[in-house]
């Protein structure tokens, strides 16, 4: 079965860093994209950012909002993509989540939570 | 960024009756080389992750009910819920992936009338 679990939410400051793990499984990760998204409290779905196979170039893309101060990163031995998060604002609140791919994605994690306040 | 527009942004529909939600996005997300237009239809229930309900626009994911279709080209798309079910309250989505960043319509809530 094709599972992707987050890990690493929890509750920071602003303008600190928090790590997020995405363990993969049932499925050869060498061979695909991984992506992140996120959903603020009471909100709708919002696109983070992919880092594709390494065979593709592990070409990394992120949206606007968490460039420059979002990097994510992939560990084929272990099976696990990153979302290494730095100077966290207030509006990062929200569930992160994982899923395999870049374009179609899925199945989708059940996210790991993230607060960021004072 | 290409934006979407879904409508209603609710809708409350009686059981066993027909629910429609539109999606509309800002530029063409189809790709007239490969004819196939790079959107997809989610169903977000409460608590849960998102579940790919249709993808290319009117393709559905295997193991999805087939009272659940999708159709439309370019900008304009639908999905239709042909006999609305109890457990098909949630918050559908739509999302073009034909270009980055990948971005969603705002959602719309189905509810029981």
């Known amino acids: 079965e094709v599972q992707v679990v987050e890990s690493g939410g929890g509750l920071v400051q602003p303008g600190r860093s928090l790590r997020l793990s995405c363990t993969a499984s049932?499925?050869?990760?060498?061979?695909?994209?991984m992506s992140w998204f996120r959903q603020a409290p009471g909100k709708g779905l919002e696109w983070v950012g992919f880092i594709t196979s390494p065979a593709d170039g592990g070409t990394i893309e992120y949206a606007a909002s968490v460039k420059g101060r979002f990097t994510i990163s992939r560990d084929g031995s272990y099976s696990i993509a990153y979302l290494q998060m730095s100077s966290l604002k207030m509006e990062d609140t929200a569930l992160y989540y994982c899923t395999r791919g870049h374009h179609l994605v899925g199945p989708w994690g059940q996210g790991t939570r993230v607060t960021v306040s004072s | 960024d290409i934006v979407m527009t879904q409508s209603p942004d609710s809708l409350a529909v009686s059981l066993g009756e027909r629910a429609t939600i539109n999606c509309k996005s800002s530029q063409s997300v189809l790709d007239s080389s490969i004819n196939k237009n790079y959107l997809t239809w989610w169903q977000q229930k409460p608590g849960q992750p998102p579940k790919m309900l249709i993808y290319?626009?009117?393709l559905r994911e295997s193991g999805v009910p087939d009272r659940f279709s999708g159709s439309g080209s370019g900008t304009d798309f639908t999905l239709t819920i042909s006999s609305l079910q109890a457990e098909d309250v949630a918050v559908y989505y739509c999302?073009?992936?034909?270009?980055?960043?990948?971005?969603f319509g705002q959602g719309t809530r189905l509810e029981i009338k």
């Open positions: 290319w626009a009117s």
């Open positions: 049932g499925f050869s990760f060498g061979d695909y994209a």
């Open positions: 999302q073009q992936y034909y270009s980055t960043p990948q971005t």
